[in-house]
C-alpha cells in the first residue's frame, strides 16, 4: 500500500516516556501482539474513536521516514482494512514528522 506518513496514538504516559527514552517499544497491545500498531490519516479517526474514546489527552505521532515506510506490513484488520504493522523495531524520537494533542 503506498502512503507517505503513518500515525501511532500515545497516552500523555506512553508519549512522556517515548520523549525521555528516545524510543517507543510500543503500547501493552503491541507488545503483546508482537508488533507496533499504527494508522492512516484516514484509519486514525477510527482509531481514535474505538479505542482512545475515553481517554484523553492523546498524542497523535506522525511518522514518515523512508526506513519505517519500508519496514512496514500491511495486515488485515477484523473489518477487511488493511493497517500498517512495524515489527521488529522500536519507533525512535528522531523519526517523528509531527505531533497533534486532542483534549
Known amino acids: 500500500m503506498e502512503v507517505d506518513k503513518v500515525f501511532k496514538i500515545l497516552t ?3 508519549w512522556d516516556a517515548f520523549q525521555e527514552s528516545g524510543e517507543f517499544i510500543g503500547s501493552p497491545v503491541d507488545i503483546q ?3 507496533i500498531h499504527l494508522s492512516t490519516a484516514v484509519q486514525t479517526e477510527r482509531v481514535l474513536n474505538k479505542y482512545y474514546a475515553d481517554t484523553r ?9 523512508k526506513e519505517i515506510m ?7 484488520a477484523s473489518n477487511n482494512d488493511l493497517f500498517p504493522h512495524l515489527y521488529g523495531r522500536p519507533l525512535h524520537l528522531d ?3 509531527g505531533t497533534e494533542k486532542i483534549d
Open 95 to 97: 523519526e517523528v514528522s
Open 33 to 35: 501482539d508482537g508488533y
Open 12 to 14: 500523555t504516559d506512553q
Open 70 to 76: 519500508d519496514l512496514l506490513k500491511w495486515e488485515k
Open 57 to 65: 489527552p492523546v498524542f497523535i505521532i506522525e511518522f514518515q521516514s
